[in-house]
Structure formats: structure tokens, C-alpha cells
T-cell receptor, first 114, second 110 residues
């Protein structure tokens, strides 16, 4: 397996624009997580899915953020409208139910909002 | 809710010395405590983990200890090398989600 795949790797956009980040989890993994990493706040859990169903979205900062998982191999995190304070690295991670608990992270999407 | 405190935020050691990073957690139901290493510009990767039914686990130069009564767990790196320089995150995974500490930036000076 190629691991967790995220796109784009880098995104630079202007304030007010819509941003869509994409993730393909490891095949067979039941859980998918979206984290945001900043210097100030570290690794924050935004939302996670189990079998494509959102389980806990309490970490989503506000209504401008939304996440979907239409099938087992694809998830999106959308920010609309984007703001400069959304600038961060967004990581997607997956794990399997029967696994040890290890999270497998993608390479991250670095977002810069001007 | 879940909360993980991690100390120190920055740690600088001489090559060959030991490094210790400490974490505390709040959720008594937590039973899984992983440690991740993140090199500059890279993704976090698991380096070692421990479950609540053991007090210590070792893997070559790294070891973790867990004190469930005090809700403390620690990472110990012996004989540090320059390639150990990275950010280390402790975490707790009581349920299906993993909550991370703020991270410790480790510098190993050659």
C-alpha cells in the first residue's frame, strides 16, 4: 500500500477563497482522522470518521470548516471562506479497528491563506 | 475531556547523553499511550507505545514508563545521536481517537 495520500501538498490562496483538501486512507482502515498542526496549538484533532460516518467533530473550529467521507477511500476537508488564521499544516491519518492503535499519517497539506 | 500535558517544550542535550520527556493525562479510562517522532517537514511517525497493563517497555535506545496511579508516562532516549533531533509527541488513546501533547523539540548537539 502507498500509505495515506493527501493532496495538495501545498496550497496558497487568498482570504475568502474556498479550500478543499483531499485524503485517501490506507485500504482496509476503518478510521480516518483530520488533524491541524500549528506552532501555537500543536496537533489538534478536528474530526474523525468510522466506516465513513463522522463520529466526533467537536474539534472543528467553526462553521467555515466541513468534512465529508463519501466512501471508504476518500475524504475531504473544506474551508469556506478561508481566513489567514487557517494557515497551518493539515494532516490526514488512518488506522484499522483491529490494529494496535497506531495512526498512519499522510504527508500533510500546507495551507497558506494570504 | 481528554487532556495531555507534555514537558519540557524544548530539550537540548549533548550527543551520548540521555533525554527524558514527561507527560501527564487526565482521562482515567485511557489505556493506550503512543509516542510519535516528527522530523522537520515530515509527518509524525510512531516510535513506541505502551498499554496500561504494563509499566515499562523498551526498544533498543528508547523506553517508555507508565504510572497509571499518578497518570504519568515518560519517554527515555539513551545514548542520543544527532539523528534523534526532532519533535516528539506523547499522546493518549483511551477510545478510538488520539489526543496529542504539545510536543517537545529535542536538539542533540554533536
Amino acid at each position: 500500500d502507498a500509505g495515506v495520500i493527501q493532496s495538495p501538498r501545498h496550497e496558497v490562496t487568498e482570504m475568502g477563497q474556498e479550500v478543499t483538501l483531499r485524503c485517501k486512507p490506507i485500504s482496509g482502515h476503518d478510521y480516518l482522522f483530520w488533524y491541524r498542526q500549528t506552532m501555537m496549538r500543536g496537533l489538534e484533532l478536528l474530526i474523525y470518521f468510522n466506516n465513513n460516518v463522522p463520529i466526533d467533530d467537536s474539534g472543528m473550529p467553526e462553521d467555515r470548516f466541513s468534512a465529508k467521507m463519501p466512501n471508504a477511500s476518500f475524504s475531504t476537508l473544506k474551508i469556506q471562506p478561508s481566513e489567514p488564521r487557517d494557515s497551518a499544516v493539515y494532516f490526514c491519518a488512518s488506522r484499522g479497528l483491529a490494529d494496535t492503535g497506531e495512526l498512519f499519517f499522510g504527508e500533510g497539506s500546507r495551507l497558506t491563506v494570504l | 475531556g481528554e487532556n495531555v500535558e507534555q514537558h519540557p517544550s524544548t530539550l537540548s542535550v549533548q550527543e551520548g547523553d540521555s533525554a527524558v520527556i514527561k507527560c501527564t493525562y487526565s482521562d482515567s479510562a485511557s489505556n493506550y499511550f503512543p509516542w510519535y517522532k516528527q522530523e522537520l517537514g515530515k509527518r509524525p511517525q510512531l516510535i513506541i507505545d505502551i498499554r496500561s497493563n504494563v509499566g515499562e517497555k523498551k526498544d533498543q535506545r528508547i523506553a517508555v514508563t507508565l504510572n497509571k496511579t499518578a497518570k504519568h508516562f515518560s519517554l527515555h532516549i539513551t545514548e542520543t545521536q544527532p539523528e534523534d533531533s526532532a519533535v516528539y509527541f506523547c499522546a493518549e488513546g483511551g477510545g478510538f481517537k488520539t489526543i496529542f501533547g504539545a510536543g517537545t523539540r529535542l536538539f542533540v548537539k554533536a
